[in-house]
């Protein structure tokens, strides 16, 4: 049997959505049977905060969260992406991309493309054009290197999922189909992308079994092409509904989760216990 895991961002503190699905992810890996792993997606470390970090672990046991094995930090791990890259730059499968977000926001796409897929501006440039981008990205007053993208073979690809489907539950998972394009490996900043490492760290931890909120559901069906690219086992997926504030709003860190969070929880008087109990109450 493989694992489960939870993997947070240490950008912000963890919001009462956060952790819930923490324990969805931990009740769902403990009730099939699986370990469970922790995983800290710190690869952009403009954003992200080792102390933070650590608050946020710290939030996580006290919910009573175990996890087997040590932390993986996605900052330690640039080697393995650099793997990865290479493996799949043997098999023709990764170009560089000169593209800023505006040109991609602007550039003509194909009917019914999704929002924001990539229209594959770079993808089949001569040498000497490729040549000219790097010197344009040279010269300019913000320089940056050029992105590395996926030379994607399919246009879609399919994943099994237990949540998000109409009529999907957990134990019987239903089939997912969803776009694929040349998303990014690694950014024009450096950072690796986190589609990329996602996948590199699932295969690493042994984790088989994804359980994360809805929003991440469109990214599924690329992180499972990857992985089949780089000849991963695919996981199975749970992607669970998002909690929302008393205006309707989804909770989302960058703005605090509307101050809830565990701290702010407990500084109003409740407990450990009555938290994870009212968190647990919402799953049902």
Not at 19 to 27: D, E, F, G, V
Not at 114 to 135: F, H, N
Not at 225 to 232: D, F, K, N, R
């Amino acid at each position: 049997m493989g694992a489960g895991r939870f993997a947070p961002t240490p950008s912000g503190d963890l919001h009462l959505g956060n952790l819930r699905t923490a324990l969805l992810a931990y009740n769902a890996a403990r009730s099939t049977g699986r370990s469970f792993r922790m995983r800290v997606e710190d690869l952009d470390q403009q954003r992200c905060s080792a102390e933070v970090a650590e608050r946020q672990l710290v939030d996580l046991a006290a919910l009573g969260i175990e996890w087997e094995g040590e932390t993986l930090w996605q900052s330690q791990r640039h080697a393995a992406y650099q793997a990865a890259v290479d493996q799949l730059a043997a098999q023709g499968l990764v170009y560089e991309c000169y593209c800023s977000r505006r040109e991609i926001l602007e550039a003509p796409r194909a009917p019914h493309s999704p929002p924001g897929s990539y229209p594959g501006t770079c993808r089949d440039l001569t040498e000497g054009q490729r040549a000219a981008k790097r010197a344009q990205l040279a010269a300019s007053d913000n320089f940056r290197q050029p992105a590395l993208r996926l030379r994607a073979q399919v246009s879609e690809w399919t994943v099994w999922e237990e949540c998000a489907v109409d009529g999907a539950r957990p134990g019987h998972p239903q089939p997912y189909t969803g776009v694929v394009d040349d998303v990014v490996l690694r950014r024009g900043d450096g950072v690796w992308a986190y589609n990329l490492a996602v996948v590199v760290d699932d295969a690493a931890q042994g984790v088989d079994q994804v359980v994360r909120g809805v929003d991440l559901l469109s990214s599924a069906p690329r992180q499972a092409y990857l992985a089949h690219l780089l000849g991963v086992e695919p996981v199975i997926y749970r992607h669970v509904p998002l909690m929302q504030d008393a205006h309707g709003e989804r909770l989302a860190k960058r703005a605090g989760g509307g101050g809830m969070t565990l701290r702010t929880e407990m500084a109003r008087g409740k407990s450990v216990d009555e938290v994870r109990e009212w968190l647990l109450s919402t799953m049902k």
